[in-house]
Every structure is written in structure tokens, then in C-alpha cells.
């Protein structure tokens, strides 16, 4: 279990963001040795609440994307030149980080570690829980972004498994994996009552 809270290294991080922007290749020299999980948890914490900032879910999403395939396959992260210099404004940014830390502290006194421990274990169960790292910002990344809520399942589904696999919760990572299930269905939803509404009004047109 982590020595410090992790949402006490995020609000500290926080409040040492520079005043005017940020980079991602400043986030993660700021999270420095504490692990890509913890960069993970930080990057969803923009879209726990309804308002987010425009094209930041393809910024963030990308770069959790990127973490999973890290994990996955074992390399070193790879982000690219166009998205770790890709300044986010710091009086956008900070506000929705702080308002969102509560929810993450939330998550955290329920979290317990060592619960279902094979659900967080190594071998196929770990590439398991990769890859649904890596399905979750692939959701994040789709452009729902202007629909209520369109981000902020994924990034639910996001911070359990990132939180699960830092406490070592077997809990938190299944309430990932099911928060996953529940927005593909979402998106299915939206996608199927989109697909609607188009058909009706080109009936309508061709009436």
C-alpha cells in the first residue's frame, strides 16, 4: 500500500502547477518516480464532473492509452513530441483537478488492499487488466465529448482500474471492468438512438 495517499500527492501536485500551463511532459516529470499508475489516476480526474475542457479527453486519453501499452508489453512510455508539448492551461486545469480530488478520496477509503487478490495478480490476469486500461481511454478518447457523462464513465472505469492495481484491490479493479461494460452499453445506446434520429429525419426529407 502506498506510504502517502495518493490523493494527497495529487492535491500537492495541484497546487505546484505553474500558473500559467502545463505540458504532459511536465505532468510526468512531476510524478516523477511514482509510477505511471498514479499519472493514469491524475489524467481522469478532469472528467469526473460534467464540464471538461474541449479536446482534452484526446490529449489525456491518448496518453493513458499509451501507459496501458506500456504496461502491457512491458516497455518504457513513449509519448509523442505533439502530444507531450501540448500546453493545458493551468486556470482551465486546476479548478476541475480540485473539485474532482474529492471523488478520488472517495475511492480511496473504500479501497482496501489485498481484496480478490486474483483479480490482481501477475500472468494473463495482468494483461487482462492492461487491456482494459487500454480499452478505457479508448472510450475516453471517442467524440462523445459534448454529451453529458460521455467522459466521465470511462474515466470512472479508469480511476478504479488505476486505483485497484496501485492498493492492489481486486474490488476496485472489477468495479473498473464493470464500469466499462456499462459505458460501451451507454455508448451503444447513444449510437443506436443517434442512428434513429437520422433515419426519422431523412423519412421526413423524403416525405
Given at each position: 500500500?502506498?506510504?502517502?495517499?495518493?490523493?494527497?500527492?495529487?492535491?500537492?501536485?495541484?497546487?505546484?502547477?505553474?500558473?500559467?500551463?502545463?505540458?504532459?511532459?511536465?505532468?510526468?516529470?512531476?510524478?516523477?518516480?511514482?509510477?505511471?499508475?498514479?499519472?493514469?489516476?491524475?489524467?481522469?480526474?478532469?472528467?469526473?464532473?460534467?464540464?471538461?475542457?474541449?479536446?482534452?479527453?484526446?490529449?489525456?486519453?491518448?496518453?493513458?492509452?499509451?501507459?496501458?501499452?506500456?504496461?502491457?508489453?512491458?516497455?518504457?512510455?513513449?509519448?509523442?513530441?505533439?502530444?507531450?508539448?501540448?500546453?493545458?492551461?493551468t486556470k482551465k486545469l486546476r479548478p476541475l483537478l480540485r473539485k474532482s480530488l474529492?471523488?478520488?478520496?472517495?475511492?480511496?477509503?473504500?479501497?482496501?488492499?489485498?481484496?480478490?487478490?486474483?483479480?490482481?495478480?501477475?500472468?494473463?490476469?495482468?494483461?487482462?487488466?492492461?487491456?482494459a486500461l487500454i480499452l478505457g481511454a479508448?472510450?475516453?478518447?471517442?467524440?462523445?465529448?459534448?454529451?453529458?457523462?460521455?467522459?466521465?464513465?470511462?474515466?470512472?472505469?479508469?480511476?478504479?482500474?488505476?486505483?485497484?492495481?496501485?492498493?492492489?484491490?481486486?474490488?476496485?479493479?472489477?468495479?473498473?471492468?464493470?464500469?466499462?461494460?456499462?459505458?460501451?452499453?451507454?455508448?451503444?445506446?447513444?449510437?443506436?438512438?443517434?442512428?434513429?434520429?437520422?433515419?426519422?429525419?431523412?423519412?421526413?426529407?423524403?416525405?
Open positions: 500500500m502506498q506510504a502517502e495517499p495518493i490523493s494527497r500527492k495529487l492535491r500537492n501536485l495541484v497546487r505546484s502547477l505553474p500558473p500559467t500551463g502545463i505540458t504532459l511532459s511536465e505532468l510526468i516529470h512531476r510524478v516523477g518516480n511514482d509510477g505511471l499508475l498514479i499519472l493514469a489516476a491524475l489524467l481522469t480526474l478532469v472528467f469526473l464532473i460534467p464540464v471538461s475542457i474541449p479536446g482534452v479527453s484526446t490529449v489525456f486519453g491518448a496518453a493513458i492509452l499509451l501507459i496501458g501499452l506500456s504496461r502491457l508489453f512491458g516497455r518504457e512510455l513513449w509519448i509523442p513530441a505533439r502530444l507531450k508539448h501540448r500546453t493545458i492551461a474529492s471523488w478520488l478520496g472517495k475511492i480511496e477509503r473504500v479501497s482496501k488492499p489485498n481484496r480478490i487478490p486474483w483479480l490482481v495478480a501477475g500472468g494473463s490476469v495482468q494483461h487482462l487488466n492492461n487491456a479508448v472510450l475516453l478518447m471517442m467524440p462523445f465529448g459534448l454529451i453529458p457523462f460521455s467522459n466521465t464513465f470511462p474515466a470512472v472505469a479508469l480511476l478504479f482500474l488505476a486505483i485497484g492495481l496501485l492498493q492492489r484491490d481486486g474490488v476496485c479493479v472489477l468495479l473498473g471492468h464493470i464500469s466499462n461494460v456499462l459505458t460501451i452499453l451507454y455508448f451503444g445506446v447513444l449510437i443506436a438512438g443517434g442512428g434513429l434520429a437520422l433515419r426519422e429525419l431523412i423519412a421526413r426529407l423524403a416525405a
